[in-house]
Every structure is written in structure tokens, then in C-alpha cells.
């Protein structure tokens, strides 16, 4: 079946070093991938997206890009900030399943001064 | 920007008795989801609604469960009877379109069944 694999479960930073964190997922179909974050005590909040015709979205300082050869979604920056310290989600879905999304596990990210 | 604002936070209660989950979802958005989230895994789709309807509901929705949006009011998930698998953290999201991937959710309601 379809999934998502993250397998980070906690990512500890000193700030001003690059970010990357891993995703890869499993899919029937070419599906669309996503990163949403959640800060502490609010609610996951949608970061990235990905695109159809291979652009790289970029949103906050961080990117991704999808590989289709490698299945993979990997999330980067290139300098980390304290305020990056959050919950990281990779989720996919497919453009007919209604908003279902199918989420990985999440990483941790502390970014330390 | 647009907040999904649930209610309660947190809600303890006894195996058996009846629990009702409330959201109140973007103001002009369309469909409204519930997913599930038990300690140390990742979040998991229950179901999707739109149009008064449940469109879509996964294996994890039990007959137990059941969803509705009277009136344009809260958005609701019922639990009835509640089990102690039934623990967890359940988050509310709407949309405005139905194929996006891009959800609004709530801050999620702790669910404790004892």
C-alpha cells in the first residue's frame, strides 16, 4: 500500500548549519507530496508543495524536490534558524483522492544556539 | 492567517460513555476532515465530508464513530461507545477545495479513554 517514510525521528541542529530531512514514500500512482509543520503547541500548518512540471517550491527558506527515480522528498535549508524548531510531516496524496492525505511519522527538528 | 479552532483541547472520560469532538472550521471553506493520531505514530485519515455528506471513510472509522455539520454549525466527530483504543489526538482540517492536499487543521483534541 501507500506510505510515507520518515526516518528521522529527531534532527539536532546548532543553528546556522544546513538543514535536511528525509522522506521517501511508496505510491501506487505519481502522487503529490507535501511538508507541513507544527510548532509546539499549534497546529500542523502546510509548507511546501510539490509541483506537477518539476519546479523546486520554496517557501521560508526551505525546498524540496521531488525525485520520482528515487521517491524521495527531502526537505532542506540552507542555514538553520532557532524559530525552525518545530514538528516535521511528509504526507502524499493523489490529486483524485479528496484531500486524503497519508502522513509519515514526522521529525523532531531542534535547532540549538 | 485562517484557524480551525477545535474544542475541547483535552477530555477525559470512562470506556463506554459517549464523546462528542467539535470544530469549527474555516468560515468559507467547503470540506472538513477528521484524522487520528495515537502517541508515537503518525497521523491517520478517519474521514472526509462535504456537501452535508461523508465522502470518503477509512477502516479506522468504526460504526462507533460518526460525523455531521448541522446547520453550518460545528463539525463534529461522536464517539459512542468509546473504547480505550479510542485514545488519542484527533485533529479537525477543512479546505476550500476538495483535491489541493492543502488543509487547515486545528490544534487537535486529546482524547484519554480510562
Known amino acids: 500500500g501507500d506510505s510515507v517514510t520518515q526516518t528521522e525521528g529527531l534532527v539536532t541542529l546548532t543553528e546556522g548549519l544546513p538543514v535536511m530531512l528525509n522522506c521517501t514514500y511508496q505510491?501506487?500512482?505519481?502522487?503529490?507530496l507535501f511538508w507541513y509543520v507544527q510548532h509546539l503547541n499549534e497546529a500542523p500548518k502546510l509548507l511546501l508543495k510539490?509541483?506537477?512540471?518539476?519546479k523546486r517550491p520554496e517557501h521560508q527558506g526551505f525546498h524540496a524536490t521531488l525525485h520520482k527515480s528515487s521517491s524521495s522528498f527531502h526537505l532542506q535549508k540552507s542555514s538553520a534558524q532557532l524559530s525552525d524548531s518545530a514538528l516535521y510531516y511528509c504526507?502524499?496524496?493523489?490529486?483524485?483522492?479528496?484531500?486524503?492525505?497519508?502522513f509519515g511519522i514526522g521529525t523532531l527538528l531542534s535547532v540549538k544556539p | 492567517g485562517p484557524k480551525v479552532l477545535q474544542i475541547p483541547s483535552h477530555q477525559i472520560i470512562d470506556m463506554g460513555q459517549m464523546v462528542t469532538l467539535n470544530c469549527d472550521p474555516v468560515?468559507?471553506?467547503?470540506?472538513f476532515y477528521w484524522y487520528k493520531q495515537i502517541l508515537g505514530q503518525q497521523m491517520e485519515f478517519l474521514v472526509n465530508?462535504?456537501?452535508?455528506?461523508?465522502?470518503?471513510k477509512s477502516k479506522l472509522f468504526k460504526d462507533q464513530f460518526s460525523v455531521e455539520r448541522p446547520d453550518g454549525s460545528y463539525f463534529t466527530l461522536k464517539i459512542q461507545p468509546t473504547a480505550l483504543e479510542d485514545s488519542a489526538v484527533y485533529f479537525c482540517?477543512?479546505?476550500?477545495?476538495?483535491?489541493?492536499?492543502?488543509?487547515?487543521f486545528g490544534e487537535g483534541s486529546k482524547l484519554t479513554v480510562l
Open positions: 482540517a477543512s479546505s476550500r477545495g476538495g483535491n489541493t492536499g492543502q488543509l487547515y
Open positions: 505510491s501506487t500512482y505519481s502522487p503529490f
Open positions: 510539490s509541483f506537477t512540471d518539476n
Open positions: 504526507a502524499l496524496s493523489y490529486g483524485s483522492s479528496g484531500n486524503k492525505l497519508i
Open positions: 468560515s468559507n471553506h467547503l470540506y
Open positions: 465530508f462535504y456537501n452535508g455528506k461523508v465522502m470518503e
